[in-house]
């Protein structure tokens, strides 16, 4: 099946810097790789995702990176600010509807974002 | 999103009890997921569900039993809890790309 490494798994940065968080996947019929955003106690929520056919997609201060070849993924949130503090979490999964049987998710990241 | 609803919130239980996780969505999305997250091993699937009628068992579906009548819910229950169950579950719902989360149940199990 499916494994999913995601590094680091604490990062901290000073608020207006550029954080980075990777993963690198194991089946190379993993297509579709969403990033979540989970704050303390909380559930996680889709921040954006990435489909196979893209090498990059981008939504304000996020961006996510895909290189197939290297079977890992990015993301990239830029301009950071206290709110971005929380543990994030990639996923991938293999159908051509993503995620349908089922999202194979990393350990996660805890970001904190120091004044 | 108030689209989908789990309960209880929280749990507390004996071990050995049989116990019973509600999760309900009101978007008909075909597809429903159980994760369990524990502290070092993030989201672990245990059971999905791509239609009613149609389980499927996931990573750690051991001790865990699922059913889906009905489109909207999909209950998970524990047959006999054991200590390794205490565990915040999450279900989930999609309509093919993206999750969409419960709020999670909190489950001790003492």
């Known amino acids: 099946g499916e494994n999913v490494e995601q590094h680091p798994s604490t990062l901290s940065v000073q608020e207006g810097d550029s954080a980075v968080i990777k993963c690198t996947y194991s089946d190379s019929a993993s297509n579709y790789f969403p990033w979540y955003k989970q704050e303390l106690g909380k559930r996680p929520q889709l921040i954006i995702d990435?489909?196979?056919?893209?090498g990059e997609k981008k939504d304000q201060r996020i961006a996510v990176t895909l290189n197939k070849t290297a079977k890992h993924f990015s993301l990239h949130i830029t301009e950071t600010q206290p709110e971005d503090s929380a543990v994030y979490f990639c996923a991938a999964s293999g159908l051509t509807r993503g995620g349908a049987d089922g999202l194979t998710f990393g350990k996660g990241t805890h970001l904190i974002i120091q004044p | 999103d108030a689209g989908i609803t789990q309960s209880p919130r929280y749990k507390i239980t004996e071990t050995g009890r049989q116990v019973t996780l509600m999760c309900h969505q009101t978007w008909s999305h075909s597809y429903m997921f159980w994760y369990r997250q524990d502290l070092g091993h993030g989201l672990r699937l245990i059971y999905y569900s791509a239609a009613a009628d149609i389980t499927d068992k996931g990573e750690v579906p051991d001790g865990y039993v699922v059913s889906r009548s009905k489109t909207e819910n999909f209950p998970l229950t524990l047959e006999s809890a054991t200590r390794s169950q205490t565990s915040v579950y999450f279900c989930?719902?999609?309509?093919?790309?993206?999750?969409?989360f419960g709020s999670g149940t909190r489950l001790t199990v003492v």
């Open positions: 989930a719902s999609s309509a093919g790309y993206g999750y969409t």
């Open positions: 990435i489909r196979s056919n893209v």
